[in-house]
């Protein structure tokens, strides 16, 4: 089956090791892939990555559009005009993947003392507005008007199931778009779009990263961080993008299923 990738935060971190697990299943012959993030450049060192890992014998077209999805002025434009122009490519698809995956931390610290609704707003723009209406968007446009096979990955976390403390607005922001993705799914049901929240585990990344050095963090927490960084526990980043890519392609998950890296036994072992 010809297979379109759209992946969001693919400059960097999981959504690049996202594009090149996608890259290198030998299940997927005819593969495309399109990367959206602000970072132009990781773009193209993504993109780069992915082709060059990619299974022998597999072309790869790979689109990179620089779009920061946090400006809901242009969002909309922007994301139709990369639709339209999948559309209009030569490559003929019969399914297409969306990787819901971009996001940021928010305010980190005590809910009593937010800052003020100016920037809570921007967090909830892009973590949560930005998200769930490109989920949206893309089940109409693909799924509906052009009649493909759709799934959509929102790109969860343990915090969307679970509070920690200082951390309200990034368990908030990834609960709304869990229960917004199921509801997605329950209204989708019997038809071409698959949904399915993903919790990839914890990953060194840049917000890892920032976590471990955040000095408004809970201090239990924040040792978390600093332990599994000096002592290397972190789960690999290609270990929990080669699940997902598994959980997709077995499909045998219910629709608008959260699943956590710690959940799933994989059937298929990636070469």
């Known amino acids: 089956m010809t297979t379109l990738v759209i992946i969001t935060g693919a400059s960097k971190g999981i959504g ?12 997927i012959q005819h593969l495309g892939l399109c990367l959206i993030a602000r970072n132009q450049e990781g773009l193209m060192q993504t993109q780069a990555l992915a082709r060059n890992g990619a299974s022998p014998g597999k072309m790869i077209p790979c689109s990179t559009h620089s779009i920061d999805l946090s400006n809901l002025d242009t969002l909309e434009m922007k994301i139709k005009g990369v639709f339209q122009e999948k559309m209009r490519s030569s490559d003929q698809y019969e399914r297409v993947i969306l990787i819901n995956n971009a996001g940021s931390l928010g305010f980190l610290g005590p809910s009593s003392d937010l800052p003020p609704p100016s920037e809570l707003k921007e967090c909830i723009d892009f973590n949560i ?6 989920s949206s968007y893309f089940v109409k446009f693909f799924g509906h008007e052009h009649n493909m096979k759709c799934n959509v990955v929102n790109m969860s976390s343990l915090c969307g199931v679970k509070p ?27 038809g071409m779009v698959r949904v399915l929240n993903y919790a990839p585990g914890a990953i060194e990344t840049d917000m890892t990263d920032h976590l471990s050095k955040s000095v408004t963090l809970d201090k ?43 959940d799933y036994k994989e059937k ?3 070469p």
Do not use: P
Not at 164 to 190: N, Q, V
Not at 223 to 247: A, H, P, R, W
């Open 164 to 190: 920690f403390k200082t951390m309200a607005m990034y368990c908030s922001g990834k609960a709304a778009r869990d229960m917004w993705h199921k509801t997605l799914a329950m209204e989708e049901s019997g």
């Open 129 to 134: 507005t930005s998200s769930v209406w490109l």
């Open 16 to 27: 690049r090791s996202t594009a090149i697990a996608f890259a290198k299943d030998q299940r």
């Open 220 to 262: 239990e927490l924040s040792s978390f961080y600093k332990k599994s960084k000096k002592e290397s526990t972190y789960i690999q980043k290609g270990d929990t993008t080669n699940k997902l890519v598994n959980i997709i392609m077995e499909d045998t998950y219910t629709s608008g299923d959260h699943i956590d890296y710690w």
């Open 268 to 270: 298929y072992i990636f």
